[in-house]
């Protein structure tokens, strides 16, 4: 009977090769089915939101907490700001002048708007004129039975005038985007609410709204003495 001899090293050597392939099948298998890591993701740029009161409408925008703009939202130009009071004008026509008579209903209703305004921080409501920043011009001329307004806008160089004389506009209307950039002349301090023809249809009427200065919850007391561009009526 022949008897075979193992080679012991031979063996050990195969079996340790088993052991480690085992061992590191083992781990690689570990590894796929490893849950996900639970840290956070890296953090991203914080964005901020705020109202523009500016406008009436007023739209929101996302400010990035390390913009330069991000002080800009919380200057006294971008807070809230409050309603002062609604004006309303009224100017008849028919319908071949629709245009013309709704034109004379907006400044009607800007023009009262303005009074108003002026009333409340003691300025001339009659028979003056008002500069409403470097653009904007408004002369008020009383008459026997009524008023004249005229508006003076200019737009890159380019002047237009609105002549409203008692409710009635003297002059071919104007395009109406100009009449829109009057009110964004008034840095939001007057807004054109809505225009419609009344039942009767004969008649156009305008609302206007008046705000108070930005950030400030009554008139401003600089205003009470008086306006620096507050002028006589110029004469036509």
Known sequence: MTIRRIDVCRTSHTLTCWIT???????????????PSAEPPPVQDALSVYIDGGEADATRRAVRAD?????????SEHLPRTLAFEMAGVARA???????????????????????????????TADFTARLGPRLTVIHRSLGDGCEIEVALTHRGEETRFDVKRGVLQ????????????????NGEFILLETRWLPSGEECLARVACFRPAGLGTLAPETLAGHPDDEPPIEP
């Not at 392939?21 to 849950?35: E, F, K, P, W, Y």
């Open 21 to 35: 392939a085992a061992v590191l099948g083992l781990m690689q298998g570990s590894a796929c089915n490893r849950a």
């Open 67 to 75: 913009d330069s703009t991000a002080d800009t939202a919380k200057s």
């Open 94 to 124: 028919d319908a071949n002048h629709a245009e013309a008579a709704r034109q004379a209903a907006v400044i009607e209703a800007f023009a009262k708007a303005l009074i108003e305004a002026r009333r409340l921080r003691r300025q001339p």
């Open 171 to 186: 002059h071919e209307p104007r395009n109406p985007d100009t009449l829109a950039r009057l009110f964004d002349e008034t």
